[in-house]
């Protein structure tokens, strides 16, 4: 895993830069350079165990950002990226080079094993084929997700973020005719679909995902020792005394997703099959079909009751100056209800944290939905709190992050346009602010942001079928 790794990062330089660059010049170990590869029996597996631990980097440089940019997480005293959180977002950034790189890196990995790799490979299989498929259709969507433009290949002009998504779902959709009945090929295309709006596509692939497996879940692998690990448990879980990288006091109780035991790094789930049951019960809202959205919110939290959970000391954590045990209430904002059971006990006892998907969202609330306004809200708080450290609500958000510095200097065809992220005027910089009370035990968050976005429902950058 190791040689393939090097080998993807050592192609990937010669790609993206200076193309007078050989990067097999002096290298002797015929496993480092591509001809070591290709035609060997097995080498798509092999490339393929590569294209994981590709995924994992792309999601160490791609979580922190996202949930530091958006209203789950703030940052005050970490070694992390001090302005997402801020949303001072600009193309000198470099975390912001780092991660266009490694989504770019991605996909022409994953390019590269298709047109390569595979074809040489007098054992590989069709699920080989579909699976590389479906690295390089992630690796556009990533970028149509995250960027306001990316070059689909190296040194092109930059095209939408329509374009690049639009360019993923072909990927997925010839994966998919590979491997018809696979789950996650289905749900990616579902994504997609709930990207660019298209709500008919999304309903059918979302309902296909379903049916081919109602308990679906896709998620990369960590290794403490070999590398990479977990970049994200390290900001949630083991910081110590450093560790000021905290939740919105009304998702504590989903904090840390991510923790790490001994050698052992938590995974992340880049998919699962709860977010097919978002995209329909979205579908039905925009239809007006309240009853159908209650169905469907409802069959969500029955497989939410079904997910993982993880009980774990996590008395290093130190909430200061923020609530720190079970007795507090917190409110989403002045004018919400205080609710309780949203904040845990660290300090004298275990704490036990939904690992895949938790919500504090009850049956209870979901039949008393009356009206679309209301449903939508109680909805897009049902995506907070189950895609919480997946990178997710950073997108929900509308927010994009501009093509980076390196990109600007290498590639004469982006425009300065390009070179300015995308923060809808609706998103505040202070969307982290609480007033806290430890005498009367409450918390109120200044902005229920899950109000703010579907009041501005109407709004291109959000809520994709209003």
């Given at each position: 895993?190791?040689?393939?790794?090097?080998?993807?990062?050592?192609?990937?330089?010669?790609?993206?830069?200076?193309?007078?660059?050989?990067?097999?010049?002096?290298?002797?170990?015929?496993?480092?350079?591509?001809?070591?590869?290709?035609?060997?029996?097995?080498?798509?597996?092999?490339?393929?165990?590569?294209?994981?631990?590709?995924?994992?980097?792309?999601?160490?440089?791609?979580?922190?950002?996202?949930?530091?940019?958006?209203?789950?997480?703030?940052?005050?005293?970490?070694?992390?990226?001090?302005?997402?959180?801020?949303?001072?977002?600009?193309?000198?950034?470099?975390?912001?080079?780092?991660?266009?790189?490694?989504?770019?890196?991605?996909?022409?990995?994953?390019?590269?094993?298709?047109?390569?790799?595979?074809?040489?490979?007098?054992?590989?299989?069709?699920?080989?084929?579909?699976?590389?498929?479906?690295?390089?259709?992630?690796?556009?969507?990533?970028?149509?997700?995250?960027?306001?433009?990316?070059?689909?290949?190296?040194?092109?002009?930059?095209?939408?973020?329509?374009?690049?998504?639009?360019?993923?779902?072909?990927?997925?959709?010839?994966?998919?005719?590979?491997?018809?009945?696979?789950?996650?090929?289905?749900?990616?295309?579902?994504?997609?679909?709930?990207?660019?709006?298209?709500?008919?596509?999304?309903?059918?692939?979302?309902?296909?995902?379903?049916?081919?497996?109602?308990?679906?879940?896709?998620?990369?692998?960590?290794?403490?020792?070999?590398?990479?690990?977990?970049?994200?448990?390290?900001?949630?879980?083991?910081?110590?005394?450093?560790?000021?990288?905290?939740?919105?006091?009304?998702?504590?109780?989903?904090d840390p997703k991510y923790f790490i035991d001994g050698d052992l790094e938590s995974p992340v789930y880049i998919?699962?099959?709860?977010?097919?049951?978002?995209?329909?019960?979205?579908?039905?809202?925009?239809?007006?079909?309240?009853?159908?959205?209650?169905?469907?919110?409802?069959?969500?939290?029955?497989?939410?009751?079904?997910?993982?959970?993880?009980?774990?000391?996590?008395?290093?954590?130190?909430?200061?100056?923020?609530?720190?045990?079970?007795?507090?209430?917190?409110?989403?904002?002045?004018?919400?209800?205080?609710?309780?059971?949203?904040?845990?006990?660290?300090?004298?006892?275990?704490?036990?944290?939904?690992?895949?998907?938790?919500?504090?969202?009850?049956?209870?609330?979901?039949?008393?939905?009356?009206?679309?306004?209301?449903?939508?809200?109680?909805?897009?708080?049902?995506?907070?709190?189950?895609?919480?450290?997946?990178?997710?609500?950073?997108?929900?958000?509308?927010?994009?992050?501009?093509?980076?510095?390196?990109?600007?200097?290498?590639?004469?065809?982006?425009?300065?346009?390009?070179?300015?992220?995308?923060?809808?005027?609706?998103?505040?910089?202070?969307?982290?602010?609480?007033?806290?009370?430890?005498?009367?035990?409450?918390?109120?968050?200044?902005?229920?942001?899950?109000?703010?976005?579907?009041?501005?429902?109407?709004?291109?950058?959000?809520?994709?079928?209003?």
């Amino acid at each position: 895993m190791k040689k393939i790794s090097l080998l993807l990062t050592v192609m990937m330089i010669g790609v993206m830069s200076c193309e007078d660059l050989d990067p097999t010049q002096g290298i002797q170990n015929p496993n480092l350079i591509l001809a070591g590869v290709i035609g060997s029996p097995g080498s798509t597996g092999s490339w393929l165990v590569g294209q994981e631990r590709q995924m994992a980097i792309v999601y160490n440089e791609m979580l922190v950002l996202t949930e530091l940019g958006s209203d789950n997480y703030v940052n005050t005293q970490t070694f992390f990226n001090q302005l997402f959180d801020a949303l001072d977002i600009t193309f000198q950034d470099t975390d912001v080079n780092d991660l266009q790189f490694r989504i770019a890196d991605l996909r022409e990995s994953a390019r590269t094993g298709l047109e390569d790799v595979f074809p040489a490979d007098p054992i590989a299989t069709d699920a080989q084929r579909a699976d590389l498929l479906f690295f390089l259709g992630w690796g556009k969507l990533l970028a149509g997700e995250l960027f306001v433009a990316l070059p689909e290949v190296p040194g092109s002009a930059p095209v939408s973020p329509e374009t690049n998504i639009q360019s993923a779902i072909t990927d997925f959709l010839a994966a998919e005719a590979l491997v018809p009945d696979n789950a996650g090929y289905k749900l990616a295309l579902a994504r997609a679909y709930y990207n660019l709006g298209d709500k008919t596509n999304a309903v059918a692939k979302a309902t296909e995902a379903i049916a081919a497996d109602a308990n679906f879940a896709r998620f990369i692998e960590f290794d403490g020792t070999n590398l990479p690990d977990n970049d994200f448990a390290d900001a949630l879980f083991q910081r110590g005394n450093f560790d000021d990288l905290q939740p919105l006091p009304r998702l504590d109780f989903l904090d840390p997703k991510y923790f790490i035991d001994g050698d052992l790094e938590s995974p992340v789930y880049i998919q699962k099959i709860e977010e097919a049951h978002l995209i329909i019960a979205e579908a039905n809202l925009a239809d007006g079909n309240i009853a159908a959205a209650q169905t469907n919110m409802l069959d969500l939290l029955t497989l939410v009751g079904t997910r993982s959970t993880a009980t774990f000391d996590d008395a290093v954590e130190d909430r200061e100056d923020r609530p720190d045990a079970n007795d507090y209430m917190v409110r989403a904002s002045a004018s919400d209800p205080f609710v309780d059971g949203l904040v845990l006990t660290r300090q004298g006892g275990d704490v036990t944290i939904p690992v895949i998907s938790g919500t504090s969202v009850t049956d209870t609330q979901v039949n008393a939905l009356a009206d679309v306004v209301g449903s939508l809200e109680l909805l897009y708080l049902l995506r907070q709190e189950i895609f919480i450290s997946e990178g997710r609500r950073f997108v929900d958000m509308g927010i994009r992050i501009p093509i980076s510095e390196n990109e600007m200097l290498l590639n004469e065809n982006v425009t300065a346009d390009q070179l300015e992220p995308i923060i809808p005027a609706f998103i505040p910089t202070n969307m982290d602010d609480f007033d806290f009370d430890d005498a009367a035990r409450t918390v109120t968050i200044t902005l229920n942001m899950n109000k703010v976005l579907v009041d501005n429902r109407a709004d291109a950058a959000v809520v994709p079928f209003f």
